[in-house]
């Protein structure tokens, strides 16, 4: 018999978790394929993993070992609350290179997909199929009942995931808020992966749902329910946790074989740094003009 390894790892804050992550992929990980391999690439490390950050916006939170800077995690988070969603492809344009999907669009508007059509003449852009607010459902759902089992959001579309080239890695995210004996709320999150890029996307990602459901979904049930909500812990589900072939040797250089002669310190920034939190929040404006550059270049 020869089984995927299914790897867990716990850790008190972000940065921790995602390095003891990496650390037991390395170490521990099976080598697979993939499809997206170029000829005389390595085979890629890969395992089932099961991650939980126990304190989500506990410092240390920001890892160093990974392929982007503070700019892109603030780009990464905007993009999130949909502040890229117009950037998706027409689906029935062949020629059309744009993005099939975003995990916002998802989201906010399941269901739903942009293609061109003709109305009275003219061709435009508009929404085809149905749109479920998942976000909407997500919030009220806690609101009126924080114990809900069923407070769930689904990235999947059989009908167009099945072909395209590149299908959400996202799956979905799971809500359930426990609450302490002081009258705080702690809501708990799941968030499941079908493939996730260790090296070169996992951070970004885990940073950026923190944020989300700090942003978009706790700040707004604590609006509603007039309750004050803290993240409680993120457990983190991919079904394939990998570094491909090509990434690893980045990977021994910027981490693996420096861990022994770096502090935790060194290896990592805190986002209560001043600083720090400077940089993230001056980087709105620059991806605000990104997107109006991207815009201006690509029309509908």
């Not at 502040?83 to 290179?97: I, R, S």
């Not at 459901?213 to 079904?239: C, H, T, Y």
């Not at 001043?274 to 980087?283: N, S, T």
Request: charged letters at 30%; glycine letters at 6%; aromatic letters at 12%.
């Amino acid at each position: 018999m020869n089984n995927i390894p299914v790897l867990c790892v716990t850790g008190e804050s972000l940065a921790v978790t995602y390095e003891a992550a990496l650390v037991k992929l390395y170490k521990e990980g099976t080598r697979f394929k993939t499809q997206y391999d170029k000829p005389g690439d390595p085979l890629s490390l890969d395992c089932t993993l099961n991650a939980t950050v126990m304190n989500p916006e506990l410092d240390p939170m920001i890892h160093q070992a990974f392929p982007g800077g503070i700019d892109e995690l603030k780009e990464y988070v905007m993009e999130l609350k949909g502040f890229k969603d117009h950037w998706v492809k027409n689906m029935n344009d062949p020629d059309d290179t744009r993005w099939e999907y975003t995990y916002h669009g998802r989201l906010q508007r399941y269901g739903s997909w942009k293609e061109r059509v003709e109305e009275n003449g003219k061709m435009i852009r508009k929404d085809v199929g149905f749109q479920v607010d998942q976000v909407e459902h997500v919030i009220q759902k806690l609101v009126d009942q924080p114990y809900t089992r069923q407070a769930q959001m689904i990235t999947w579309m059989p009908n167009h995931d099945l072909q395209v080239y590149d299908p959400p890695c996202l799956q979905s995210l799971w809500y359930r808020i426990m609450e302490d004996e002081e009258g705080l709320q702690w809501l708990n999150c799941n968030i499941r992966f079908r493939s996730n890029d260790a090296w070169g996307a996992s951070f970004m990602n885990m940073f950026g749902f923190i944020r989300f459901n700090r942003e978009v979904i706790a700040d707004e049930v604590a609006r509603r329910s007039g309750k004050e909500v803290r993240l409680g812990r993120m457990n983190w589900q991919a079904d394939s946790y990998h570094i491909y072939g090509r990434d690893i040797a980045q990977a021994k250089a910027m981490l693996f074989d420096r861990i022994d002669t770096m502090s935790l310190e060194e290896r990592t920034f805190n986002f209560g740094d001043d600083f720090i939190r400077e940089m993230y929040e001056q980087a709105e404006q620059a991806t605000l003009m990104k997107i109006l550059k991207y815009d201006e270049e690509h029309a509908n």
